[in-house]
């Protein structure tokens, strides 16, 4: 369901206070009738046990309050309250974050985005403006029903935009139109100054902006290192004219979809070795805009062995030529030298839900895909979940030892799991166009992601499960140091997939700092705006931006 605030546009929405008009620095105003407080979740209220564990319920908090924000006078009183009684604070958004960067005993005040969740147009940024408390199904949707436009971002309809967005995002549509940030075109952050005063400030890309290192560390920075994100502004870098239509890239009408499986009772070590290194050859060669399936995304998703089966997930604008063609051929490309038969998607692989109608590539509405793809998915709803996850960037696809490494982890009889999973994600094409100067996303010419998962429901099985996490991961990479470091094969790891052990020099043994692995040359530039916008250390978390 669209929100008031929605369909609201510049001049329009003026009577709301959308936009803060003359200034292009200025903060978006809030409502002149808002002047209540954040509402306020102490422990013991009904509400407090839900508002204070994410989607990982490894990680449980104890804050002494959640502070509820619904525009940015709250929250830069509920920041500015924290800073004075001195206590650590985090932000919650979607609740996605993988590690305990929001739910630990350290923090003591969370300022909960949830309510914070507006779309609407700025006249005079000629911007979209999605709100930081927005998750990406309502985005996708206020944005596509209101104006036909679309952002190429993740996959999961729960996630929140806030950190999704920091961290550089991706999705299904990026080897089509590059990552999020590409086409971020200004942010609204909170942020606290040297003597300790809360206040927001909007940051753009324009080369005239002085606070444009602000904006650039919210392409690929990470969240919760350099203030509280309030406000997106989205306007793509080829955008022309004046209507607001023609401000944001448009997703395709239709697209293919295509999923597949694979039994696991067909492969052995040579047929499964031959599936990921077809997968790897192929993207090696066909992730450049000149291939006409540069926006060919597919995921190949490999259970452990007790799930059954292995899954091929594929999209496909459906208005590039020969487009089912396409899919058709590059399935057979990577499954025919197995000499396995693929058959109907009838289970769940990784976090996906069985599939079984898209067996022969279908077309569907692109906002239709998006539901399907994105609710499709047990996990999101599962209040046990526990997990651990890890990921790599690929310039190259895995070698014959590699594959074997997979192989051997993926069949053990000594641990049965059959969620456990290496999913490996197409990227690259437009995402390579980009220059890795131009934003914090420092990798630029990988051909796809790996994401190692694995998920279970009781604290009895974190060690074991941990543990198999950790060995997959540190064989696949042990002529590294256990780590996908940047190389001519390798280029790191994905900071929105942050992982608990990558500070640890017991289990990273590359001589590689996690700040090489997530930022490469960025780091240093990034400590540099840490200093300007957060030299009190504010926000900070295990994995936070150091102060210089």
Known sequence: MLSRRTVLTGAAAGVAGATVLGNPSAAVADDATVVEPAATVLPGDARYQEMTVGHNTRWVGTPDAVKVVHNTTQAVAAVQEAVTANKRLAVRGGGH????????????????????????????????????????????????????????????????????????????????????????????????????????????????????????????????????????????????????KDQLMKPPKDVYLSAVSLPWADFDKARFTALVRHYGDWHERNSTMESPSSGLTSLLVMNHRSNGGIGIITQLDAAVPNAQQLIESYLAEITDPTGVDTAPLAKAVGEQGPLPAFFTPRKLPWLTSVRLLGTNNPALTNPTLRSANKSAYHRKGFTVAQAGALYNHLTRTDFSNPVANVMLFGYGSKVNTVPAADTASAQRDSVFKALYATQWSTPADDARNTAWLREVYAEVYSSSGGYPVPNASTDGCYVNYPDVDITDPAQNTSGVPWTTLYYKEHYPRLQQVKKAYDPKNVFRHAQSIALP
């Open 97 to 244: 974050c993988y590690a305990d960067f929001v739910f630990n005993p350290a923090v003591r005040t969370l300022i909960d985005m949830t309510q914070m969740d507006e779309v609407y147009y700025d006249t005079y940024r000629k911007a979209f403006v999605v709100e930081a408390g927005a998750t990406l199904l309502h985005a996708y949707q206020a944005l596509y029903k209101g104006w036909g436009v679309a952002l190429p971002a993740g996959l999961c309809y729960s996630v929140g935009i806030g950190g999704h967005v920091a961290g550089g995002g991706f999705g299904l549509l990026s080897r089509q139109y590059g990552v999020t940030v590409d086409h971020l075109y200004g942010v609204e952050v909170v942020v606290v100054d040297a003597t300790g005063r809360a206040k927001s400030v909007v940051a753009t890309r324009e080369a005239a902006d002085p606070r444009r290192d602000l904006w650039w560390a919210h392409t690929g920075g990470g969240g919760g290192n350099f203030g509280l994100v309030t406000r997106y502004f989205f306007r793509s870098p080829d955008a022309t004219g004046t209507a607001a």
